[in-house]
Nanobody, 115 residues
Framework: QVQLVESGGGLVQAGGSLRLSCAASGSIFGINVIAWYRQAPGNQRELVATITSGRSTNYADSVKGRFTISRDNANNTVYLQMNSLKSEDTAVYYC?????????WGQGTQVTVSS
């Protein structure tokens, strides 16, 4: 089992920044997908960013150039640095790990951007 706990969400003005953290615990050996997703009210959950074990990253077009995903293997933590935030970034942000066919999700952290 893998436990994921997100933190760092909150209320921020448009143009501001937040850094989300995802602390992982449990059996994280063999995790081959790490990502951040988000879900706004009335919308589907969408992929925001991914990072591989080799630290290659990919981003949704809507966040490219503004968000950065990173990982600290020593502390089993994944980060999402969010800059130049926009009102449309308002959502619950979820950390996601996968190992083979098994998915693991955090409880989510709310990010609200006021315009």
């Amino acid at each position: 089992q893998v436990q994921l706990v997100e933190s760092g969400g909150g209320l921020v003005q448009a143009g501001g920044s937040l850094r989300l953290s995802c602390a992982a615990s449990g059996s994280i050996f063999g995790i081959n997908v790490i990502a951040w997703y988000r879900q706004a009210p009335g919308n589907q959950r969408e992929l925001v960013a991914t990072i591989t074990s080799g630290r290659s990253t990919n981003y949704a077009d809507s966040v490219k150039g503004r968000f950065t995903i990173s990982r600290d293997n020593a502390n089993n933590t994944v980060y999402l640095q969010m800059n130049s935030l926009k009102s449309e970034d308002t959502a619950v942000y979820y950390c996601y790990f996968a190992r083979g066919s098994r998915d693991y999700w955090g409880q989510g952290t709310q990010v609200t951007v006021s315009s």
